[in-house]
Structures are given as structure tokens and as C-alpha cells.
């Protein structure tokens, strides 16, 4: 791999900038391999790099369909995060945010990470009561969570205009999430696959998984794909949103249900909001990228959705409650919007898995799976490689769903 | 899906419904099926791209109940199978 470094940006511009080489190769299609994976997105390109790293593993194939990095890993929010309610869930995502920390360093890769906290701003008292317990357990598990008062609230984020005592639903208070930030998504992507494709690992674009070759015991033999079969003894489902369409033509019955997510983004504006703020009474939230943009994320479209657009209603709501407490931005026009589809499990928690069938794993259920790209890959690549599961997540398992012992999540994204 | 077409009010305005999530087959007796049964009863649901039969509520017009038939990409309403 050629090390990116202001050396070698230097020796570069002296040759005219001709001799970069590609940032992965683009190998003919093999036969066999050891490790098969469905989707390059964010969680399948992190898979494999650990799979290589920790286990040295790398005749591994990660195939996609469409382009690298062309999925949820491009259609999120970019927040990162660690406020969550469960015991099991805390430890998983402050092990993911610590991660994203030395990141860069660890892929030569400047992924623009930016712990610059999250606020929330509270307009009911259950809201509070909600949140200052998740605030009690993640202080058990190293992960900060502080009350705010709404004077401290509003000199932190000074255009929080709106939301006084005379409008409908007054700030109360807030509360600060000094772990969170934000990292240039297309960058986690791009840096996982070039780490990856370092160590040996195939990247295979447009091709596309149609179906699995079973052996006499239901085990997975190999995939069927749109470039011909491939054989293997381990295949990993990362296919955010799209779990059951592979799934459900196995046999396997997953507790999934796909939704849409709505997010736009604003036009570049000056330096006006240095943090994630999350309005979780209003369902929004917004954090402003790098170039100013303001990237703003809404609610769910009613019922089950495979659209990759927003609904009207659902962008209305979002718009109707951004303004309301950030009037200031009332004539800002919107430049793009997406839905990332979301397949969620019956409890709101991940499913990263072994299945029913000898050789096939998911990892499936992210409701918010971009913070949980680093540690959704160490982990799965560690239950390949061993064929048992990391302990950050045994709690994650398909097996909880069989004695309904659920893992109740709250701390997931509006709705 | 901007208008929903109630069967009692004529097509109204998407934000008076509430989604109730895909139609149900009937309530079997848990008594009288295993665990694994009943427990894939409880969690299983459709989740597919295309055509999805589901449970409306008018719940800020006539509070009815219904049922309709909706593509999951493009949010059109669609007619049931046998009038297609």
C-alpha cells in the first residue's frame, strides 16, 4: 500500500501527480475462497480488514452488487455515538467509538473524525426521566452523559433560538454526550477497503449475489453470482436493509423488518453549529458538516419502506420541527435528500450471528449502524474466524429471539 | 401515498392514519402449538420490496380499521391481488 503523508503528497506533486496508485486493485473473480462476503459496504469492508489484521485471514472476497460504498455507509447521518440504555449495547458502542478514534492513524486514512459531543435538547419531563437513566447506567460503563441547564444550553449552541416558554414545547433542559462526533462517511468506506485490500483481500464491484450452493447437511458450499459461482465454506450477509431479500429465500426466518430513515442536507452555510444536536421530543437532528452544509436527519416513513427517497409528510414533520427551534435557518434551501433503508429486529437491537445454517453468519438489524462500523467488523470477523461469538457480541445473537429474552433498546435514532 | 383511500371517508389526507404494520393471519391458540411456533408467530412478520397487504387506522377521522395493499418502494397504493 502506498502510505499517504505530506512526504508523499510532495514527491507526488513533483511528478505532476501521475504516479498515485489505484487505492484497490480490481482482481478477476476466483473459485474458492475461504470467507465470502455480501456487501461492501461500511460493516462487509470492515469485516474483512479485521479478518486479515486480527485473524490473518485474507483469501477473503467481499462482493457488491452495485459500487463500494454505495449503500446505508453513504445514505446516514454520520454520527457517532455511545448513548445507549442497555447494559449489553453500552459497552459494544464505547468499544466502536474508541475505535473511531485511531482510525485514521491505523488506516493511513484521514477520516476527518471530529469528537465534537452531542447535545440533547429535552422538551418533556418523560424524555428527561428517559434519559437521565440511560445517563446512570453508561456512567457504569465509562461513557459520559451530563444534565445541562437550558442557560448552558443555549450559550452552547447560541442559534437555539426557538423552543422558549411561550411556544408548545419549552426546553427543559439538555444533556451532553462528550463521546460523540462525526467522520466523513464516504472516507470510513474508502479507508476500510484500501487497509483491506492491502492485506490481500479481493474487492469485487457489480457483483452481484443471486442465491447460496448447499451441501448435504444444508451447509453453505458457496454463492451463486451474477459473474458465476464462487465457492466457499463461510459466507457473512452485511446488507443493511436488505437482509431478508438474500434470507428469506434459505429458509431462515429473521425477526427483520425493513424502514426509511429521512435525512437532507442544506446548503453550505458559515460556521454556526460546532455539535451534533439532537432534538429527540421533535424527532430531528442536525450536526453541520466540514464544507457547512447542515446535515439533517428526521423520523421513519410510515410502515414498512424499501424507497431510497424521503415521504413528504415524514420531511414536513422534520422541516415544521427544525425550524421551530432553529428559526434562523427558515430560509436556507435544501440541496439533497435520502432514506437509508434500515432492517430493524423486533427489539431494536443488532443481530451479528451465527444462523441455523452451518457457515452462514448476519450481521443485520442497525438501526444507526454507521457508529457501529468498527466494532460490528471486529466483532463479526472475530465470530468467523473462531466460530464463536467476541464477547462484546453474545448478547447479539439470533438465539435471544427463540426464549424471546429480548435486548430492549431505547437509545436508537428518532422515532 | 399523499392521499389514503379510507373505505368509509373517501381519500383523505396520509397524516390522519396510523400505519398498523402488515396484516395479521389469525390469532392461532398458543396452548395448542409448540414454542418454536408460536414464538415465529410473534416475531415473524413480512418484510419484502413490492406489494404488501397492510392494517390502516383513520385514527384522527371515523377511528375505522382497514386493510390495503401497498408497494413498499414506491408507497402507491395498490389494487388486491384478484382485481389486478
Redesign the interface.
Known sequence: MQRYSLFSLARNALTGHRDWQAVWRSPPLGKRYDVVIVGAGGHGLATAYYLARNHDITRVAVLERGWLGGGNVARNTVTIRSNYLRDESIPFYVKSVSLYRDLSRELNFNLMFSQRSMIDVVQTYPRLRDIKRRMLNMDLHGASYEVLDVDELRRRIPALTGGGPRSRLPIIAGMAHRNAGVARHDAVAWGYARAADARGIELHQHTEVTGFERGGRGEITGVQTSRGTVQTNKVAICVSGHTRTLTDGLGLRLPLQSFNLTAFVSEPVKPLIDVVVNMPDSHCYLSQSDKGELVIGGGVDPGISFRRGIKEGVFEDTVTAVLEMFPALQRLKLLRQWGGTLDTASDSSPIVSRTDIPGLYVSAGWWGGFKAIPAGGLTLAHLIANDAPHPLIEPFSLNRFRSLDFVLETGTTAR | ??LIPCPWCGARD??E???G??ARVPRPDPTAMTD?AW??Y????????GA?R?RWWHVHGCGQWFELW?D????DFLDAPDER
Do not use: A
Not at chain 2, 413498499?72 to 408507497?75: E, G, K
Open positions: 401515498m399523499l396520509e397524516k392514519f396510523e400505519n404494520g402488515p418454536e414464538v415465529d410473534l416475531l415473524i412478520r413480512p418484510s419484502h420490496p404488501l397492510e401497498r413498499t418502494v414506491t408507497h
